[in-house]
């Protein structure tokens, strides 16, 4: 972690590239130029290396490095922290608290310390259903490719009842255990 006005900053961040890590820059109040050509990954190929302007130096990129920026300002505030012309080269991360964030938070504590069985059903279930969502998401990926192969159009319609209904029936029955989880949940 550096601040990005620290008189070392252009040296951690050389450092960090050239070895593939994990710089962390705070109180960025906005993007300085030295940084776009890496958010813009406009690397150079010296031979089988890869290379990136860094000032007025020419960097060995690793491929494992990353960057993350921290502000303090509030993204409605109108701050100059995101120019126009960096909005496609970052993604913004909201950290903020919200209130019904911290009431979920604070339910699955007290689930977790007062009924240890009853939240790890809950998290059992809610890994069954992303697995579940996942698995239906190749198995419509899949369809979608034997679609585009031209395969006659009952094979295709037998194929998408036999793949998905099972699948759709079996997370809105997770679906249904969930919620009554979360009423059990929310009576304690």
């Known amino acids: 972690m550096i601040l990005i006005t620290s008189t070392n900053f252009v040296t951690r961040l050389e450092l960090a590239v050239r070895f593939g890590k994990i710089l962390i820059v705070q109180e960025v109040d906005q993007i300085e130029a030295i940084l776009f050509p890496l958010l813009k990954a406009d690397l150079s190929l010296q031979g089988p290396r890869a290379t990136v302007k860094i000032g007025e130096k020419s960097v060995d990129y690793n491929e494992e490095f990353r960057l993350f920026m921290t502000t303090r300002q509030p993204l409605s505030s109108g701050g100059t922290v995101l120019p126009v012309c960096a909005?496609?080269?970052?993604?913004?991360?909201?950290f903020q608290t919200t209130r019904a964030g911290l009431v979920?938070?604070?339910?699955?504590?007290?689930?977790q310390h007062e009924r240890a069985e009853l939240e790890a059903r809950r998290q059992e279930l809610l890994k069954g259903e992303e697995d579940k969502k996942m698995e239906l998401a190749q198995l419509e990926d899949n369809l979608l490719e034997v679609k585009s192969l031209c395969v006659s159009c009952c094979v295709v319609a037998?194929?998408?009842s036999a793949l998905s209904v099972p699948k759709f029936v079996n997370i809105f029955g997770k679906g249904h255990l969930y919620g009554h989880l979360?009423?059990?949940r929310e009576q304690q």
């Open 87 to 94: 909005t496609s080269l970052v993604a913004v991360v909201n």
């Open 104 to 111: 979920g938070q604070l339910l699955e504590i007290s689930l």
């Open 158 to 160: 037998n194929s998408i």
């Open 182 to 184: 979360n009423r059990k």
